[in-house]
């Protein structure tokens, strides 16, 4: 009898399991088992748009890294790279990206500029054993602290801006103040001095340790004055490239011990073009960018020259070179500008027109409306930007600013 309900039990147990297992069992079961894990070869699987991409970033966020925002610097620089990844990855060709050893290091500054720590900063100045030689060739020794600075040119005074708090600054050039479109308004207002202003009862007051001068853009008084009060004088160089404007950076940041922050700026300046660059190669594979002729307009149409910095970056982004060529005479002649008659540019007839300077919507309206114009197929085609000249002559970091115009003008 025990061993009767021994084998009952038995079976109800089993019959109970086998219950619960045929009602919890994957219905699904019998059909074949599905690879869940996604292989890196097989992205292009994944639907891939384009314009997904933030490749050109909001002029805001830009401008404000130029500013010396490191936590916006290291956002931007990433985001930059990985687009770039992306891009190569979906067999893009020509897409620029910072060698990798230059990615990392720019991290790495960034932990080390967010961890607060001074030491880090005047660790790098004094590493570098040698001395930075000035425009005169004048050295200047880094083992001296300096705390108090005086930029006597708007190319000083946006790195400075960048690189150190406004308290640290005595005095700003003439007409800075009015600029806060392009520098941030409470760094301006911070620092209550400007040129005019800057007589030698306020340098007493604010006596700078060091004064950041050029020998092109410097007012020879103020350098005089300087020079008699025994103020160290650094002459900066003359701008004319992208290299210029870094080398410059650089110095001035060993200079007000700050070699970190302006190496980390000076990369950012870097992965900033090489961006832009990537987002023209986006455009070109899309359909070829059309004859394009970039003038700047004051009171007259001209062309940029050899020795301005639009002519720079007109160069690395290849316009106007072939319409220059063989045409126009002027257009390679060293100076600021060559001038050019509205005749020409009806003969170039550009399918797109790019107009630099300081204009407004009636002076915009007025120049399209001309009838000696009208035959230009960017007029006819509406294809016509106005872009504001002032970044454009801004021989400092935000040059920047101006290829981006360009660059995004182009791609509109």
Same mark, same amino acid.
């Given at each position: 009898?025990?061993?009767? $309900?021994? =084998?009952?039990?038995?079976?109800?147990?089993? !019959?109970?399991?086998?219950?619960?297992?045929?009602?919890?069992?994957?219905?699904?079961?019998? /059909?074949?088992?599905? %690879?869940?894990?996604?292989?890196?070869?097989?992205? +292009?699987?994944?639907?891939?748009?384009?314009?997904?991409?933030?490749? !050109?970033?909001?002029?805001?966020?830009?401008?404000?890294?130029? *500013?010396?925002?490191?936590?916006?610097?290291?956002?931007?620089?990433?985001?930059?790279?990985?687009?770039?990844?992306?891009?190569? %990855?979906?067999?893009?060709? %020509?897409?620029?990206?910072?060698?990798?050893?230059?990615?990392?290091?720019?991290?790495?500054?960034?932990?080390?500029?967010?961890?607060?720590?001074?030491? =880090?900063?005047?660790?790098?100045?004094?590493?570098?054993?040698?001395?930075?030689?000035?425009?005169?060739? =004048?050295?200047?020794?880094?083992?001296?602290?300096?705390?108090?600075?005086?930029?006597?040119?708007?190319?000083?005074?946006?790195?400075?801006? #960048?690189?150190? /708090?406004?308290? +640290?600054?005595?005095?700003?050039?003439?007409?800075?103040?009015?600029? $806060?479109?392009?520098?941030?308004?409470?760094?301006?207002?911070?620092?209550?001095?400007?040129?005019?202003?800057?007589?030698?009862?306020?340098?007493?007051?604010?006596?700078?340790?060091?004064?950041?001068?050029?020998?092109?853009? #410097?007012?020879?008084?103020?350098?005089?004055?300087?020079?008699?009060?025994?103020? /160290?004088?650094?002459?900066?160089?003359?701008?004319?490239?992208?290299?210029?404007?870094?080398?410059?950076?650089?110095?001035?940041?060993?200079?007000?011990?700050?070699?970190?922050?302006?190496?980390?700026?000076?990369?950012?300046?870097?992965?900033?073009?090489?961006?832009?660059?990537?987002? *023209?190669?986006?455009? @070109?594979? *899309?359909?070829?960018?059309? @004859?394009?002729?970039?003038?700047?307009?004051?009171?007259?149409?001209?062309?940029?020259? @050899?020795?301005?910095?639009?002519? $720079?970056?007109? #160069?690395?982004?290849? &316009?106007? +070179?072939?319409?220059?060529?063989?045409?126009?005479? =002027?257009?390679?002649?060293?100076?600021?500008?060559?001038?050019?008659?509205? /005749?020409?540019?009806?003969?170039?007839?550009?399918?797109?027109?790019?107009?630099?300077?300081?204009?407004?919507?009636?002076?915009?309206?007025?120049?399209?409306?001309?009838?000696?114009?009208?035959?230009?197929?960017?007029?006819?085609?509406?294809?016509?930007?106005?872009?504001?000249?002032?970044?454009?002559?801004?021989? #400092?970091?935000?040059?920047?600013?101006?290829?981006?115009? &360009?660059?995004?003008? *182009?791609?509109?």
């Amino acid at each position: 009898m025990r061993m009767s $309900s021994f =084998f009952t039990y038995a079976f109800f147990s089993a !019959f109970l399991a086998f219950w619960w297992i045929a009602a919890f069992k994957n219905p699904n079961a019998h /059909e074949p088992k599905v %690879n869940l894990s996604v292989s890196v070869n097989k992205s +292009n699987n994944l639907p891939f748009e384009i314009q997904n991409l933030s490749l !050109f970033p909001d002029r805001e966020f830009l401008r404000k890294a130029l *500013l010396g925002d490191i936590s916006l610097i290291s956002k931007l620089i990433v985001e930059w790279d990985i687009n770039a990844d992306l891009l190569i %990855n979906e067999g893009y060709s %020509n897409i620029k990206r910072l060698d990798r050893q230059l990615f990392l290091r720019s991290q790495r500054i960034v932990r080390l500029l967010e961890s607060n720590e001074r030491g =880090f900063e005047a660790k790098a100045t004094l590493e570098n054993n040698a001395p930075i030689i000035d425009d005169r060739g =004048f050295p200047h020794d880094l083992s001296i602290l300096r705390q108090k600075f005086f930029p006597q040119t708007y190319m000083a005074a946006s790195i400075l801006l #960048s690189l150190v /708090e406004p308290e +640290n600054i005595s005095a700003l050039p003439k007409g800075m103040k009015a600029q $806060s479109h392009i520098y941030a308004s409470e760094q301006l207002d911070a620092i209550h001095l400007e040129f005019d202003r800057f007589t030698s009862e306020s340098l007493a007051i604010n006596f700078p340790d060091i004064a950041f001068v050029s020998k092109q853009y #410097s007012n020879p008084t103020c350098v005089d004055i300087l020079s008699h009060l025994g103020i /160290e004088i650094f002459y900066t160089p003359d701008i004319l490239s992208f290299e210029d404007i870094k080398k410059a950076i650089q110095n001035i940041g060993y200079l007000v011990g700050k070699p970190l922050k302006a190496e980390l700026l000076t990369i950012f300046i870097d992965a900033a073009l090489q961006n832009c660059d990537n987002c *023209l190669e986006i455009r @070109k594979s *899309l359909s070829p960018l059309e @004859k394009t002729l970039v003038t700047n307009y004051y009171t007259h149409f001209s062309l940029p020259g @050899k020795q301005s910095l639009t002519y $720079s970056i007109l #160069s690395r982004l290849r &316009l106007n +070179n072939k319409l220059g060529e063989g045409h126009h005479p =002027f257009f390679h002649r060293n100076g600021y500008t060559a001038p050019l008659s509205e /005749e020409e540019i009806v003969f170039f007839n550009p399918d797109r027109l790019i107009i630099l300077g300081d204009l407004n919507a009636s002076l915009e309206a007025c120049l399209l409306s001309k009838d000696s114009l009208r035959g230009v197929s960017a007029i006819q085609s509406k294809q016509v930007s106005f872009i504001p000249e002032d970044v454009q002559w801004t021989p #400092s970091q935000f040059l920047v600013l101006a290829y981006y115009d &360009l660059a995004k003008a *182009l791609c509109d």
